[in-house]
């Protein structure tokens, strides 16, 4: 919720609080202290929560939490250092003018109702943060001071600690250093806007935007912003993830797809992905976007009134209960044979904290789907109508065109009227639904168990095919146990081909070879 009249201030106070605290006054304390103690610490602004978080030697956890508990009890906010940390949340904005996610990411906001918090400029700089708040005959310190006081309430803040000490140790440090954090009772920032403010423009449903990336890049994407009706539905999203099983029918590459139809019968795009990109209190973002060919761009129609055809065929022979089944498995297995992760994986735990209601969905919610039914899955797709998509395409070809430039970034792009009528209608033969997917796993045991003595040593890869084609080697796991496996192909060109050196021609064989794949 960073105030209109000063944007950025959220991500400004993040840098602030590194500046000092009462306790321990002096300028970066907590960094230095990590830096001694093998560790480091960094934060990160997003659109709806703000994160501290870092890293320690294990003797030093005690300490670490002493100072990083003083960030949220009594900071200083030096004013000496307003001007330095406005300067470096400045230098963080430059160095984004020229990253095209940042600048096409904000074009897209242009497309949103303005009096919701998802149309602001979250980074700041120097003119939302200095300059305009001294035109306004304002103290940026003192609206700094304000927008703490509002926010950081201990009932706002979640809050997780990973150590070797046992629960009970880890906990008393937590209870005896973070028990003196202010409880405002605040209620959560999104309560002014949620359900009271739509962040949908419906005047701008009616226009697409030509946006002139600085990247060669050519490619349009089709959004949907969908609402929650109630924290219940927001719930039932977030546990079911109905969007990841639409996704899979809609990306779906295999015999009758639309990808193949697009990329391969008519060639007019490279790649097609079908998926959320936003999730937020209040609204969630789905996208289906694509890569255009040359030619994909001068037919955009065609290609927007094949993605509705795809829709409108889900639609008549409805969504398959076993690609819901897949989808699960799937989820079931990545979760269940995960990699460890470091210790910085209690960043996902704090901001799933804020998400999830049901305390047994924070370590796993994100990763598994429950509860997920067909009738979800076809009341979001019911949701994926021409009229209520925002389109917007990609490509240096609109510079001729582009009489608009972004505020903040610079970004040139053209407002253009939307032909719904030429996208639907439309109805391919050649596209299907998924089949079954045969590849699903469903026997876990491995062929070789893991070896008894470790210490014996490693044994070497053995030779299961040697041919004047192929010669193949295989080993198996005898250390970790899990079920996985990884191919590595190695394929040799005679040099009177391709030469005996990587070459501009090598190098394209290669990837086209990759994109056929």
């Not at 919720?1 to 500046?19: C, I, R, S, T, V």
């Not at 990247?215 to 912003?225: E, K, N, T, Y």
Request: aromatic fraction near 10%; proline fraction near 6%.
């Amino acid at each position: 919720d960073n105030p209109k009249k000063h944007q950025g201030l959220a991500h400004f106070l993040e840098h602030m609080l590194f500046l000092g605290t009462k306790k321990f006054p002096q300028e970066g304390e907590l960094e230095n202290y990590l830096t001694s103690n093998a560790g480091q610490s960094n934060a990160f602004t997003g659109d709806e929560e703000t994160c501290y978080f870092f890293t320690v030697n294990q003797n030093a956890l005690k300490g670490a939490l002493d100072r990083f508990s003083q960030f949220f009890v009594e900071p200083l906010f030096t004013a000496s250092g307003v001007e330095r940390e406005i300067n470096a949340v400045n230098s963080e904005n430059a160095k984004n003018l020229n990253t095209d996610s940042w600048r096409i990411g904000q074009v897209y906001k242009t497309l949103n109702n303005q009096q919701h918090p998802i149309a602001k400029f979250g980074t700041g700089n120097s003119a939302t943060l200095a300059q305009g708040p001294k035109e306004m005959g304002l103290n940026i310190r003192d609206e700094l001071l304000k927008f703490y006081k509002t926010y950081y309430s201990a009932n706002q803040m979640t809050l997780a600690v990973n150590g070797r000490e046992n629960l009970d140790t880890l906990q008393q440090w937590v209870t005896d250093l973070f028990a003196e954090v202010p409880n405002q009772d605040r209620p959560p920032a999104e309560v002014a806007w949620a359900g009271k403010v739509s962040p949908i423009d419906q005047d701008a449903l009616g226009k697409s935007l030509g946006i002139v990336p600085i990247q060669d890049d050519r490619s349009m994407q089709l959004s949907w912003q969908l609402p929650y009706t109630s924290k219940e539905d927001r719930q039932k999203r977030l546990r079911g993830k109905p969007q990841i099983a639409l996704g899979a029918i809609i990306g779906y590459e295999g015999k009758g797809s639309l990808a193949s139809y697009l990329k391969n019968e008519v060639g007019l795009v490279s790649s097609i992905f079908a998926g959320t990109v936003q999730e937020l209190s209040d609204i969630e973002t789905l996208v289906v976007s694509v890569e255009f060919t040359p030619e994909g761009f001068r037919r955009k129609d065609e290609v927007i009134a094949a993605i509705f055809s795809y829709l409108d065929l889900i639609r008549k022979e409805g969504v398959p209960q076993y690609v819901l089944d897949e989808v699960k498995q799937m989820s079931d297995v990545f979760f269940k044979y995960k990699e460890a992760e470091d210790a910085q994986k209690v960043i996902k735990l704090t901001s799933n904290m804020h998400k999830y209601a049901d305390v047994r969905d924070w370590l796993a919610g994100p990763a598994l789907i429950r509860d997920l039914k067909v009738e979800d899955v076809t009341a979001l797709l019911a949701k994926l109508k021409p009229e209520d998509c925002q389109v917007s395409y990609t490509s240096k070809d609109f510079a001729k065109v582009a009489s608009q430039k972004e505020r903040w970034y610079g970004t040139q792009y053209t407002e253009m009227p939307v032909d719904r009528a030429s996208w639907q209608g439309k109805q391919l033969a050649s596209l299907s639904l998924p089949t079954p997917n045969p590849f699903i796993p469903k026997n876990f045991e491995l062929l070789y168990a893991r070896a008894p003595n470790p210490a014996s040593g490693p044994t070497p890869p053995a030779m299961v095919k040697n041919t004047d084609t192929w010669r193949v080697f295989a080993k198996s796991d005898s250390t970790y146990g899990q079920p996985k496996g990884y191919a590595n192909f190695l394929i040799n060109q005679p040099d009177d081909l391709f030469g005996s050196k990587t070459t501009p021609l090598t190098s394209a064989l290669s990837k086209l070879y990759q994109f056929a794949l």
